[in-house]
């Protein structure tokens, strides 16, 4: 079993800043990319920003220039830079890791999903 453990979500003012975390945990062999996911109330989950293991990176274009996604590989944490916030950029952020491979689940991959952490832009 694997734990998506998201935090640093919050209130912030439009213009403002956050720096939201994610550490992945448990029997793990192999995480391959790393996301975020975001859901606003009556719209469907969207992709913000994914990044492989070695980098490469796929932002939104609703996020491109002010998003920045990067990983720690050796903690398997993900973090997600949001500068320059609008008020529509309030959701709930949810972390993603696809195919996660772990000592139950060899030699093939299963999907995780944190429990997601609220972003509210607002003045």
């Known amino acids: 079993q694997v734990q998506l453990a998201e935090s640093g979500g919050g209130l912030v003012q439009p213009g403002g800043s956050l720096r939201l975390s994610c550490a992945a945990s448990?029997?793990?062999?192999?995480?391959?990319?790393m996301g975020w996911f975001r859901q606003s109330p009556g719209k469907q989950r969207e992709l913000v920003a994914i990044?492989?293991?070695?980098?490469?990176?796929i932002y939104a274009d609703s996020v491109k220039g002010r998003f920045t996604i990067s990983r720690d590989n050796a903690k398997n944490t993900v973090y997600l830079q949001m500068d320059s916030l609008k008020p529509e950029d309030t959701a709930v952020y949810y972390c993603?890791?696809?195919?996660?491979?772990?000592?139950?689940?060899?030699?093939?991959?299963?999907?995780?999903w944190g429990k997601g952490t609220l972003v509210t832009v607002s003045s």
């Open positions: 993603h890791a696809p195919g996660v491979v772990t000592t139950v689940t060899r030699p093939y991959g299963r999907d995780y």
């Open positions: 448990g029997s793990i062999i192999k995480i391959n990319a």
């Open positions: 990044i492989t293991t070695d980098g490469k990176t």
